[in-house]
């Protein structure tokens, strides 16, 4: 013990209290604490949600799982959906709100109620239809529209995001295609989504030509083949990459009230960045990879937490030009995002384009442009997300987000807006 703390005949009393409280303290701050109620209450709500009714199918209870949301607290406030609600806007808190509304369909009993507030953008939209089909297969939900457009209402009316459709109104016209995955001997050549990416791009151009009054006009025969082949290597990379995916979601809509087109492609499987450090990547590419990952090491970049790490550094190293995991069977690999954004930005440079992967979400505007740089002994076009479009400096914490929830998958969401054509 400090001989300062040791209580003395003659201290007053005064020095004596003080001393021995003093020495209570110390004792209490060496004691450790164990919080039984925590350990309780985390225990009974992984129970609760281990014996509930309630199973999803196996892509959404992948996505539960790899957010642990069995130790999530239950919240059953009101849902509101507005003009915020966008993947683009606010990634991290579409999806939590996704998970939010899995949880407590698990284990309560209760409604879940969300509130239509106003024009929400369409991929967080189709996302909550989608989930909203899952929870009704043992709960119920409950969607308040007040004052709400009857263009509005009509578009929620036909969003029935779990079977394949189209629909077309004086409004709106959407394709919606669950495509199943084939793994057949010929699985590249005979897929459902070769048809539906060249419907897709057909509504693309007649969506320009009816907002810019041009009957006669076509895409560009590079934009055209851009946009079908973009969606193609997606698709292909779920066959070779993601061998648990049954399914992937590949939805055009053509708001013709806001003259806005919306493309949605996603699917759940392996992250961006899992591809980026797979086996069977091309020593030249793992060496320039590694490069990259050692260059942000040295210059700190990963040491503010919680802002940029080496996820979200590989996620955005595989938007540059040639970078595919693929390379070494097909050196035409790697241009397919590259190439869709450029293209995206010729039809509109108000084009939105938010990817998000694992614990990243990149947010493509006009803010970053694509230019060309030396990169792996050869000029590439590159996207840095910075202003010197480097992509050995660290990019713009408001266009690479490091999420604090985790996407099992690939989702990229392309809003081409064209009222500027009218």
């Known amino acids: 013990m400090n001989r300062l703390l040791i209580i003395h005949r003659h201290d007053n009393r005064n020095t004596r209290l003080s001393k021995k409280s ?158 199943r995955i084939n793994r057949t001997a010929d699985a590249i050549e005979n897929q459902s989504y070769r048809v539906k990416s060249k419907d897709i791009t057909d509504m693309v151009q007649r969506a320009i030509q009816e907002c810019g009054n041009m009957p006669t006009f076509e895409l560009p025969f590079d934009v055209h083949q851009t946009i079908a082949s973009t969606i193609g290597e997606h698709f292909d990379n779920i066959i070779l990459h993601a061998p648990e995916a049954e399914i992937g979601i590949l939805c055009g809509f053509y708001d013709k009230e806001t003259k806005e087109v919306t493309l949605l492609i996603y699917n759940f499987g392996k992250t961006i960045s899992d591809t980026l450090v797979a086996e069977n990547l091309p020593e030249q590419m793992k060496k320039e990879i590694y490069n990259i990952i050692e260059s942000h090491v040295k210059k700190n970049l990963f040491e503010i937490k919680g802002k940029f790490n080496p996820e979200n550094a590989l996620t955005l190293l595989a938007l540059q030009e040639g970078v595919s995991s693929r390379v070494k069977f097909d050196k035409s690999r790697g241009h397919g995002l590259i190439d869709f954004i450029e293209h995206c930005f010729t039809l509109s440079q108000e084009t939105r384009i938010v990817i998000i992967s694992g614990r990243t979400a990149i947010k493509i505007d006009k803010s970053y442009q694509i230019g060309k740089k030396i990169l792996f002994e050869r000029e590439r076009r590159v996207i840095a997300m910075n202003p010197t479009n480097d992509i050995y400096e660290r990019p713009d914490e408001n266009y690479v987000v490091n999420l604090n929830v985790t996407f099992p998958g690939v989702l990229i969401e392309t809003t081409i807006p064209l009222s500027h054509l009218t």
């Open 22 to 179: 003093l020495r209570n303290r110390i004792k209490r701050k060496a004691k450790e604490y164990a919080n039984p109620f925590k350990i309780t209450e985390t225990k009974k709500r992984e129970e609760n949600y281990q014996k509930s009714v309630v199973r999803y199918s196996d892509d959404i209870e992948m996505f539960c799982s790899y957010n642990k949301i069995y130790r999530w607290k239950t919240s059953n406030n009101l849902i509101k959906l507005n003009d915020e609600f966008s993947l683009f806007e606010k990634p991290e808190t579409v999806l939590r709100t996704l998970l939010e509304m899995l949880h407590r369909a698990k284990i309560s009993p209760q409604i879940t109620r969300m509130r239509y507030e106003g024009k929400v953008s369409f991929g967080a939209l189709y996302l909550i239809d989608n989930l909203c089909w899952e929870i009704a297969k043992k709960r119920r939900w409950q969607i308040i529209c007040e004052n709400i457009s009857e263009t509005e209402k009509e578009k929620l009316s036909n969003l029935r995001s779990l079977f394949s459709s189209t629909y077309e109104t004086s409004h709106a016209y959407m394709i919606n295609e669950r495509v």
